[in-house]
């Protein structure tokens, strides 16, 4: 097996999805993670992964009669899924120096490569019992105990890749703002090289060109802020973080913002003071930095003009998210389509009707699923739209709620369809929790109607399930706040085409009939764009009813046909292969 430890890339997220019973993750940040991994596997791309280990991960969700939601922790062995590495490393916290372990996880590539995934633990006897929690629940407790993940993460992870003798590293790659504070720690690497206790312009121009930032969501709420007294609260003296002799470690970040190398707008946001934006930290100390699609490209430089923001439009694992049922059928007419992503361009070739029989696999799965969960008999005859997405306000999942009259005259005029829902709410997001009371309380209206179903505990299982089992996938974001979404790239790898708003990954995989459908027309993001639910309902209930569930009952070569699309246009393209291949030429060797 090849050394782990001569590695190049140093990937940091605050959470991973690798398997469904192993609650490393929250939703699509994780997902994407896991995937990107995986195909960093693939390719023998030399990287290693930084998170933290969740004991009582992010929580199982449990649905009352009105849709109510409640949380639980989650219950697992550690030791079934990570083996436990020697290393011990500490981090200044307060007045406290605080002990992490790692647990290893081995992502195993297509040709046997592995890239080795490290979770850092604060549950030691050595340490008190509030740090010991520090690593319980992802995206839990307040906004201090959130700061104090995030050094754990960022300076406690590149002091653990150190002690696993990973010291070959030229890139450092964000995902995300969490790991932000790893740049304090490769700055102190930097002058303790030069034999210095002071930060230099020349440091931070290193530690800038080995730094990669991926920046995730245009929802101001999506990037972490802290008062900056919390961080002087963190580490309350001089030397608290660094053997440096010149600055706290507020003013080393205020230094760093207000350096010549950092931005106008971001030496601003530094003199004003009040804060620690990890975002602006992130931005400030790296060399490449990226939004997750073309249009999330240019939404982040409105966001931060003068930032030299690129787009590396999101992937999905093409070998995790098709259904066995496609991959039998890949297998053996596409045999490299494993390897080679891009070969599933010859799903075009595919017999029609072998793709229709694994789809009604794919779709009999799913609603004996939905049967086990609800005791809910849906007809698989019967048209069915799938909704799998994190329940909060601006991905609007009842949108097409909106006229419940509408919907039962649709049923009526072109066909009956049934809708599957799933979805988490954040535990402290009452307008999520809200819009699933919303669902569940349209669900008893319409009744026979429209069956609507919505299953609890969303995970990387159901969502699997989900995007191969439902006839067509609904996408319904405010725009322009989609920065990428990958579900819909999940159930095109499965012959499932989307209808969605022209926002994120959809404004590029949208070719209209060929590949699905959109709601609404492509817009651009100003100051003064307004959303119009009504309009973009509206829009929704029209392609349903004149396009998508004729041609569904009545045309099903024309369906199968952009099954097949979707397939080889989005299936072939929008996948982690091709996304790691573009941080490699990019952002890694940049």
Not at 330 to 358: H, K, M, Q
Not at 427 to 452: E, N, T
Not at 495 to 513: A, M, N, T
Not at 560 to 580: K, Y
């Amino acid at each position: 097996m090849e050394c782990v430890k001569d590695r190049l890339v140093a990937y940091f997220s605050m959470e991973i999805a690798l398997e469904n019973s192993m609650p490393s993750y929250s939703g699509g940040l994780g997902v994407l993670a896991g995937d990107t991994i995986r195909a960093a596997a693939d390719l023998r791309l030399p990287m290693v992964a930084v998170s933290l280990l969740y004991r009582k991960g992010y929580f199982s969700q449990h649905l009352a009669e009105d849709g109510t939601q409640t949380e639980e922790p989650v219950e697992w062995r550690v030791e079934d899924f990570l083996h436990e590495e020697s290393p011990r490393v500490t981090i200044p916290l307060e007045d406290r120096r605080v002990e992490l372990r790692c647990w290893r996880y081995d992502a195993v590539g297509v040709r046997g490569y592995v890239v080795p995934i490290y979770f850092l633990d604060a549950d030691l006897p050595s340490n008190a019992l509030a740090d010991r929690a520090l690593t319980g629940t992802l995206y839990g407790g307040d906004p201090y105990y959130r700061l104090c993940q995030e050094v754990i993460l960022g300076i406690g992870g590149v002091r653990m890749l150190r002690a696993l003798g990973h010291e070959g590293l030229t890139r450092y790659h964000m995902n995300e703002g969490h790991a932000a504070l790893l740049s304090l720690e490769l700055l102190e690497t930097e002058a303790a090289k030069a034999g210095r206790t002071t930060i230099r312009a020349e440091d931070i121009e290193k530690v800038r060109c080995k730094c990669v930032f991926t920046t995730h969501t245009p929802v101001p709420a999506g990037h972490d802020r802290f008062p900056m007294e919390y961080l002087t609260r963190a580490f309350p003296s001089q030397t608290e973080l660094f053997d440096l002799k010149d600055a706290s470690a507020a003013d080393l970040v205020k230094r760093v913002l207000q350096a010549e190398q950092a931005y106008p707008d971001l030496q601003q946001a530094a003199r004003a003071g009040a804060s620690l934006n990890m975002t602006y930290l992130a931005l400030s100390l790296s060399k490449y930095v990226n939004g997750v699609a073309k249009q999330h490209g240019e939404t982040s430089r409105q966001m931060f003009p003068g930032v030299p923001i690129e787009a590396i439009t999101n992937g999905v694992h093409a070998g995790t998210w098709t259904a066995p049922a496609f991959r039998e059928i890949f297998d053996r007419y596409i045999p490299t389509w494993r390897e080679d992503n891009y070969s599933l361009r010859g799903a075009l070739g595919l017999p029609p009707e072998e793709i229709w029989t694994a789809h009604l696999i794919a779709k009999h799965e799913l609603l004996e699923l939905v049967r086990q969960k609800t005791g809910i008999k849906f007809d698989p005859g019967k048209f069915t739209i799938g909704f799998a997405r994190r329940a909060t306000g601006y991905k609007r999942a009842d949108l097409i709620l909106a006229d419940l009259d509408r919907l039962r005259q649709i049923a009526k005029n072109s066909g009956p369809f049934q809708i599957v829902y799933a979805g988490k709410a954040h535990p402290h997001d009452a307008g999520g929790k809200s819009i699933i009371k919303h669902i569940f309380q349209a669900k008893k209206a319409l009744r026979k109607a429209v069956p609507v179903v919505f299953l609890d505990d969303y995970n990387m299982d159901l969502g699997g399930k989900i995007t191969a089992g439902v006839d067509l996938w609904l996408n319904t974001p405010q725009f322009p706040l989609e920065a990428s979404g990958t579900s819909g790239m999940k159930a095109a790898l499965n012959g499932v085409p989307s209808l969605s708003i022209l926002d994120g990954w959809w404004s590029e995989g949208h070719i209209e009939g060929v590949t699905g459908w959109s709601i609404g027309e492509a817009r651009r993001a100003t100051p003064d764009l307004v959303t119009d639910n009504r309009a973009d309902a509206e829009s929704l209930y029209n392609k349903l009813d004149s396009v998508i569930i004729p041609m569904f009952y009545n045309e099903r070569y024309r369906y199968l046909s952009v099954m097949q699309h979707a397939i080889a246009i989005n299936g072939s393209f929008f996948n982690t292969q091709r996304m790691v291949q573009q941080y490699i030429t990019d952002a890694y060797m940049r």
